[in-house]
């Protein structure tokens, strides 16, 4: 069955550096989404993408937040400055299609970002 | 905007019990319900969604069920197993491209 994949599985950064985070959707599939998990807490909405724009963002997804479609296969997050509290598990989806009244999204594995 | 509230956090049945996972959604727009299992060290992944146009739906063991008045929706797994034994969220989406996510619920079940 094909699926999400992310890397790296677990980044560690420095504060104030910037990290790309790497995810592969699923082929055939248009929509594509970043989420949050801070530890222990509730998956959190950052952003969707759609022919090669932003759709719809959360209040988190500030300035210092990026993401982008390189290629045909290929869609990143970008963190310009990292914070502390972007420490998190980031997740990539991505959907076939955008029905009304929404569409059934696939998750890859995340990755680990721990800020020092 | 939509708040997606779960509960119980914890949930702990015995093998071959049923559990069930209740949820209330705030935004009245919302028509989209999908349940997640999130194993640890993976993604979530969906079980099971259900749409505003049906007040019930199910899939060999677990089910799901909408109550639009009251803005609730619930999952139920029936004749529970080890493996069952993960993370639960549950989820709203009025349409857009935003999905809002319950705190989840740890499920464990004792064989």
């Known amino acids: 069955e094909p699926e999400v994949t992310q890397t790296p599985s677990h980044q560690v950064t420095q504060m104030g550096q910037e990290v790309i985070l790497r995810c592969v959707p699923i082929s055939n599939h248009l929509y594509f989404y970043w989420y949050r998990q801070i530890l222990g807490q509730k998956v959190e909405f950052l952003v969707s993408f759609y022919n090669n724009e932003i759709s719809e963002k959360s209040e ?12 045909g296969s290929n869609f990143t997050l970008k963190i310009r400055s990292t914070k502390l509290e972007d420490s998190a598990m980031y997740f990539c989806a991505s959907s076939e299609g955008h029905l009304i009244g929404g569409q059934p999204q696939h998750f890859g594995d995340g990755t680990r970002l721990s800020i020092l | 905007g939509e708040n997606v509230e779960q509960h119980p956090s914890t949930l702990s049945v015995q093998e071959g019990d049923s559990a069930v996972i209740k949820c209330t959604y705030s935004d009245s727009a919302s028509n989209y319900f999908p349940w997640y299992k999130q194993e640890l060290g993976k993604g979530p992944q969906l079980i099971i969604d259900i749409r505003s146009n049906v007040g019930e739906k199910k899939d060999q063991r677990i089910a799901v069920t909408l109550n639009k008045t009251a803005k609730h929706f619930s999952l139920h797994i029936t004749e529970t197993q080890p493996e069952d034994s993960a993370v639960y969220f549950c989820a709203g989406n009025t349409g857009g491209f935003k999905t809002i996510f319950g705190a989840g619920t740890r499920l464990f079940v004792k064989a």
Not at chain 1, 60 to 71: A, G, K, L, N, T
């Open chain 1, 60 to 71: 988190i997804f500030d300035d210092q937040f990026s993401v982008e479609r390189p290629d």
